[in-house]
């Protein structure tokens, strides 16, 4: 099967493992279409290629970089007409306008389009949105929800076709691996809190920050790994609470990095809080901190507590304390941890590696094709 993935998430090189996994499967002729960098809230990422094995990479020029719901690729159709795909992998929200377009250029050559959502809040869009959304619930042949939240709007916004729950992308487990015997995170002394992901208000980090400035013992540190605007009234936050000594500003470090990064955590903790027009979909850091060994703990946030599920702990979103406590007891508590850590990992290695996520993608390829 001929098969194009159209995504500007793939400029990130951890997620290009799906695309080795995928490709290595009977009969998949396989080619990426991804811009040279993609610009947002967390600042601008540029294609890191990484795993590229076993398929085509095409980088395509994009107009109105950064803008989530307009941009679009001037030179998409002369590049599928090209390709010839059957199986078209729009990797956006049905809402978006690079989605219309791929979709209907797809439709043009009679390749079978499909496209991915994340949207678990039963949002209304405005004029152009709107109308793109349900013209891509009829040119897509299938859908793919990243969660059952985002099945459940769907389905409630009109979309009556075939539709799979399967995440974007998983994560590979020798990649993201524990400690091997010997290895140090750091100092024995030191007890590292871990953060990664963007710097923005939805992410709570400033939660994080308050909730460690209220820790009752003394030889921690957090570790914050990525970037965006938040940044600096976080920096000033740190300081205005008496910590900033405590506290590492890494910004963005490359996905193929990131692993060694996690090695030196005791804890990583997501503090996503709920907005009116957002919540947590998923919590990829989770699973990559799961299957590093390290045990989570998550707010209570959309997706959050059913990607953790007993590996792990969730408090109440936006409850500081309640954040202080449960990393508190767990700093007190090795066996715990080393207990949650294990269950972590297999929790992982049973749900949310790229080759399992990859397997659910091949099943839907071979169902629209085998209804065409």
Known sequence: MRVVMLSKALVVGAY?????????LPGV?????????????????????????????????????????????????????GLRPEVLHVDEEPYNLATWQALRL?????????????????????????????ANYGLASHAIAGNQAALQVLRAKGYAGSVSVVPQFGVDPEIFRPCEPGERRMAEEEFVIGYSGALIPEKGVDLLLQA??????????????GDGGERPRLEALAVELGIAWQVRFWGRVPSTEAPDYYRRFDLLVLPSITRPNWMEQFGRVLVEAMASGVPVIGSSSG???RVIGEAGLVFPEGDVDALCQAISGLAGDPGRRAELAQQGRQRVLQRFTQAQVAAATYGIYQEMLGSA
């Open 16 to 24: 290009q493992r799906k695309l080795e996994e995928l490709a290595c």
């Open 29 to 81: 002729d396989l080619t990426l279409i991804v811009p040279a960098t993609w610009h947002d809230r967390r600042g601008e990422v540029r294609l890191e290629r990484a795993f590229t094995r076993g398929y085509q990479v095409l980088v395509a020029p994009l107009a109105f970089n950064g803008q989530y719901h307009l941009h679009w690729y001037p030179t998409l159709g002369r590049i599928l007409r």
């Open 106 to 134: 797809g439709r043009s050559i009679g390749a079978r389009g499909l496209f991915f959502t994340w949207q678990n809040l039963p949002r209304r869009y405005p004029l152009p949105f709107s109308y793109f959304e349900r």
């Open 212 to 225: 460690c400035a209220r820790l009752p013992f003394a030889g921690w540190a957090l570790e914050i790994l």
């Open 303 to 305: 997706e959050i507590p």
